[in-house]
């Protein structure tokens, strides 16, 4: 079972990484992270080759978040919990209760 968990769990990673370094650049000059589509760096004006490396944007990205910890909450998606099924017959009936209480004629 641990051994599943951490399998999906390293699949993700990899999947995080690939989907950076699809997306992301890294400029050679200041090493600050930039968008792909980027033509010059947003920090430094580099209009040079830059570093498409995996491992060069995750230690920039690393290292953004070590000066912004707050990012990690934007970076990392936090999902509501999923709702039980009791649950969801539970809100189908109070919804229904309350319907029929409402008078339309008035």
């Not at 699949?11 to 792909?36: F, Q, T």
Request: hydrophobic share 40%.
């Amino acid at each position: 079972m641990r051994y599943r968990v951490m399998l999906e769990a390293m699949k993700r990673e990899e999947a995080g990484r690939r989907l950076a370094s699809e997306n992301l650049k890294v400029c050679p000059l200041c090493s600050a992270v930039n968008a792909l589509m980027s033509s010059e760096c947003f920090v430094c004006r580099w209009a040079g080759d830059f570093s498409y490396d995996a491992d060069d944007i995750e230690d920039g990205i690393v290292d953004i978040l070590a000066r912004c910890p707050e990012l990690v909450d934007v970076l990392i998606p936090t999902h509501p919990p999923k709702r039980t099924v009791t649950d969801r017959i539970r809100t189908f009936f109070t919804r229904r209760r309350v319907q029929r209480q409402l008078d339309l004629l008035a």
